[in-house]
């Protein structure tokens, strides 16, 4: 493994992004501001390091990124472990998000789905189950968005088929979204807005 061709790899990919998603991410803040003025809810799923890329858009969004501002309403579908093995067990493991989604989303909320492939069955369940209520979703997926780009709103597919360089560009496109609808929350909470 050469180690300097890795970082090399991922800087093609990075600038490649920048180019392909930077219109594409603005959309997505434009889209979870939308949801927030209306009270609603994002959601975020995803499988193995995308479980992770789940939690960690949600705390991001929970929590704080860079400055104090109020808590954005956000839930991962990857952290309940009882949800997760009841569904899986009774249900298949193919309604492990879209169950919850059933339970949890309202009309106007905003799922993020997280898949490298796009073609992981129950992060399109979830998405099927989303639109079914009434919610917007965003794909955050590899290149091309595989079988999840037809049935997402946003497609944020990272221009690589490498699921290490999908990976990476993610975490960036999560601090992406994260701070910039931290900014808008708290710059709206000094002029009125968004309460």
């Known amino acids: ?10 800087n093609r990919v990075l600038e490649a ?25 994002i959601l975020v799923c995803g499988n193995g390091g995308s479980a992770a890329d789940a939690q960690h858009l949600a705390a991001e969004l929970v929590c704080r990124v860079r400055r104090d501002r109020q808590a954005i309403p956000s839930v991962a579908l990857t952290t309940d472990t009882s949800t997760l093995t009841a569904i899986g067990n009774d249900l298949g493991f193919e309604r492990i998000f879209s ?3 059933e339970a949890l989303a309202r009309e106007g909320d905003v799922l993020v789905a997280i898949t490298t492939s796009g073609d992981s069955a129950n992060i399109i369940e979830a998405a099927k189950a989303a639109r ?12 091309g968005g595989g079988s999840l780009a037809e049935h997402a709103d946003l497609l944020l597919d990272v221009p ?7 990976q990476e560009i993610h975490a960036v496109c999560i601090h992406v979204l994260a701070e910039s609808v931290e900014d808008s929350v708290a710059s709206r909470a000094q002029t009125g807005g968004l309460e």
């Open 160 to 166: 690589s088929t490498v699921v290490s360089r999908i």
């Open 99 to 101: 169950r919850q989604v």
């Open 17 to 41: 992004s920048a180019n392909h998603l930077a219109g594409r991410l603005e959309e997505t803040v434009e889209l979870f501001l939308g949801c927030l003025d209306a009270g609603g809810t």
């Open 1 to 10: 493994m050469d180690i300097r061709q890795t970082f090399e790899e991922t």
């Open 132 to 143: 079914a209520r009434g919610c917007r979703v965003v794909a955050l997926t590899g290149q």
